[in-house]
Every structure is written in C-alpha cells, then in structure tokens.
C-alpha cells in the first residue's frame, strides 16, 4: 500500500488550502485514512480521519468547524479541505490508512501505511 500526500504551501492567515491524499495498492473503501501533522519541535497529531465502515468523520478539536475531510472512492483519494488556516497550522501533513479504533481517537501507529508528508505554512 502506498499514499501519496500533496496540495501543500504557502498561504496568508484565514486561506483555504485543500490537501489530497491518494492510495494505490488498497481498494480505498477498505480502511479508514487519517491525517496527522507534526510541527517542528512538537509531537506529531491527529487532525482528522475517515472511514467508510462506520460512515465516521473524525476532528481534533483545534480544527473543528474549520477542517472538512471527504472521500473519492472512484479516484482512491481522500481530501482535507482547510479553511480559516491560522499560523499554528503550520505544519508537516501526513495521511495514513489506519485501523477503525485509530481513526476514531486520531491516533496513528508505526505499523500503520503512511505517506511522505506535504508542508503547509500560514504566514503573512
């Protein structure tokens, strides 16, 4: 299984950026995706997952109301739509297939598939 994370860059303070996350390897429908992120000297956190399974959307509260995750079985994507974007948003974004119990409480493990990351920066 392979993800491949994009969409990326460099956007103003309350700019939308809306990442994609691709899957090859896996019928998507079989596994949750989630994303995570990891600014630089923090940990690395959930922000959102989904799951065709349980039809569940999942958001870590710092970007709830502002963060829309979404799926395109047909294409093997998932996409996190963003808006509102803050600078402490700036951060490393990864996706990863995840098991259902991770998906609900946003938590990814080593074993777990995960993409190369894409970079996103909120700055004036």
């Known amino acids: 299984v392979q993800l491949q994370a994009s969409g990326g860059g460099l956007v103003q303070p309350g700019g939308s950026l809306t990442l994609s996350c691709t899957v090859s390897g896996s019928a998507l429908d079989d596994s949750p995706i989630g994303w995570f992120r990891q600014a630089p000297g923090k940990e690395r956190e959930g922000v959102s997952c989904?799951?065709?399974?349980?039809?569940?959307?999942y958001y870590a509260d710092s970007v709830k109301g502002r963060f829309t995750i979404s799926r395109d079985d047909g294409k093997n994507t998932v996409y996190l739509q963003m808006t509102s974007l803050k600078p402490e948003d700036t951060a490393v974004y990864y996706c990863?297939?995840?098991?259902?119990?991770?998906?609900?409480?946003?938590?990814?493990?080593?074993?777990?598939?995960w993409g190369q990351g894409t970079q996103v920066t909120v700055s004036s």
């Open positions: 990863a297939e995840v098991n259902e119990f991770g998906c609900t409480v946003l938590i990814g493990l080593p074993t777990d598939y």
């Open positions: 989904i799951s065709k399974n349980t039809g569940g959307t």
